[in-house]
């Protein structure tokens, strides 16, 4: 039995929430391994709703052991009010669910307001990023200058830890014009939160390593998508964590052999939020109709989403950055009753055809999508459960992405509901 890792394979918001909460009944332990809250996960259990931004899928289930990573930036206020707003649905955290690792790096109000200012700065600066100071803290991490969960356990050391963080974040304030940040005001701000999450740390890569002996199963959950990891994604359009499936090793402390099968999660057509290209992307009529039919709006933000066709040149290109065995397709049934659906399949750059998205940020900027033409299907496709409910064209157009991207469906999600699921193969089963 293998272990699984499940990646977004587009620009986030695939329905990896869903699949994970899915695939979770047959592990023993979830991992978050990258990101931090700015991830919205969306679970739907029976008449229940869950949003999830910074705790593992699994926490909604009882008797799964949760665990956020060392890859992952905390920002403890999140984390404090998550696990109270889940305790006010009915899901209790405790240490016996949920463990953090000692050595993820902490998000502080600064990252958060740096984050802010940034992108209220001038357009050309502007990332449209979910303001959550997610990109500052891990400049911070890379910096070797931020502060991690286990120094909240000795409060003595944080009083030089904040000088040497603010030696630098003091400087910043002072070229943008503003106050500087008083140390004590941060210490405060920690030592009040402390309490609130200390419970939860420990040493995670040795907890998973026992886990992994004992022979438990691994559900790794990655969080954004493969198109916004900071090497591999449409940069400087991108988040700062890397969104791979390789990160799934080094964000929980395990080597790369511990990972297992790689399920991308890919949806049937194509979303982004916030700046960035978007080669296949519709202004028109057509590109509202599968936002409404889609509810294509943030979890975090709120934020409408920008819709498209299914690139299956990107997701080709996420298959083999992320080794995906195989895509769990969701929202297919957005496309029931289109007369066309159109599949992108290559570009055409500077008059010439490629069969890849190109690296430089003027390149991604200026190609052109080649479509194929597809017949839609007028049958419904929400809800099935076997694919004997599928009607022909539907079946076909999954068949055709298959073939177009290079990995097999190995999980095909009809709605967001957790049953309406047909499984074609089981990750778990390698
Ligand atoms: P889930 O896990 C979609 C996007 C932001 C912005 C860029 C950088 O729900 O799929 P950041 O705040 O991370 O510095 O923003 O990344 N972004 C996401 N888009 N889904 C997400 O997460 C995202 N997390 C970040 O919109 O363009
Ligand atoms: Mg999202």
Redesign the pocket.
């Known amino acids: 039995m293998a272990n699984v890792v499940v990646v ?1 394979a587009q ?4 329905g ?2 869903k699949i994970v909460d899915w695939l979770s009944e047959q592990a023993d332990v979830v991992v978050r391994f990258q ?2 809250h ?4 969306t679970l739907v259990i029976g008449d229940k709703v869950y949003k999830l931004s910074l705790l593992p899928s699994g926490v909604v289930r009882p008797n799964k052991l949760s665990v956020i990573g060392n890859g992952v930036v905390l920002d403890p206020h999140a984390l404090a009010s998550e696990v109270e707003r889940l305790g006010e649905q009915g899901v209790s955290i405790t240490r016996e669910n949920l463990r953090v690792a000692e050595n993820a790096t902490l998000i502080l109000s600064i990252h958060r307001e740096l ?1 802010a200012l940034r992108e209220s700065g001038s357009a050309g600066t502007k ?6 100071g ?2 500052p803290a891990y400049e911070d991490k890379a910096g070797r200058r931020a502060i991690r969960l286990m120094d909240l356990a000795d409060l003595g050391s944080l009083p030089e830890k904040i000088d040497r963080l603010l030696t630098h974040h003091n400087a910043l304030r002072r070229g943008f014009g503003l106050d500087e940040f008083k140390p004590e005001a941060i210490y405060e701000e920690l030592a009040s939160v402390a309490p609130k999450v200390l419970p939860y740390m420990d040493a995670v890569w040795r907890l998973l390593d026992e886990q992994r002996r004992a022979g438990r199963r691994i559900l790794f959950e ?4 493969a198109l ?1 990891d900071v090497d591999h994604g449409t940069y400087p ?5 890397n969104t791979v499936a390789g990160q799934a090793a080094t964000g929980s402390g395990l080597g790369p052999g511990a990972v297992g099968y790689v399920l991308g999660i890919a949806k049937a057509y194509t979303t ?5 290209p978007f080669p296949t992307e519709l202004f028109d009529e057509t590109g509202e109709l599968i936002g409404q039919k889609g509810k294509e709006f ?4 709120g ?1 409408k ?1 920008r819709c498209g066709w299914f690139d299956a040149t990107l997701v080709r290109q996420t298959v083999r950055t992320s080794g995906i065995d195989g895509i769990a397709l969701t929202k297919l049934d957005i496309l029931d009753g289109f007369e066309t659906i159109r599949i992108g399949v290559g570009y055409r750059l500077d008059g010439e055809t490629i069969d890849y998205f190109p690296a430089s940020q003027g390149a991604q900027a200026r190609v052109e999508p080649i479509y194929e033409d597809f017949e839609g299907w007028s049958g419904s496709t929400a809800g099935a459960r076997s694919w004997a409910d599928l009607p022909a064209q539907a079946i076909k157009y999954v068949r055709r992405i298959e073939e177009l991207i290079g990995a097999p469906v190995a999980v095909l999600s009809t709605s967001p509901e957790r049953d309406d699921t047909i499984l074609m193969k089981n990750p778990f089963e390698g």
């Not at 700015?38 to 996960?41: Q, R």
């Not at 982004?272 to 960035?276: A, H, L």
């Not at 943030?298 to 933000?301: A, K, M, R, S």
């Open positions: 977004g620009w986030g918001d695939e990896k929430g990101g931090g700015n991830a919205g996960h984050d990332i449209g990023t979910t303001k959550r997610i990109g990655g969080a954004q998508g916004l359009f991108v988040t700062s964590s982004r939020v916030g700046e960035g943030g979890v975090v933000t934020r989403r």
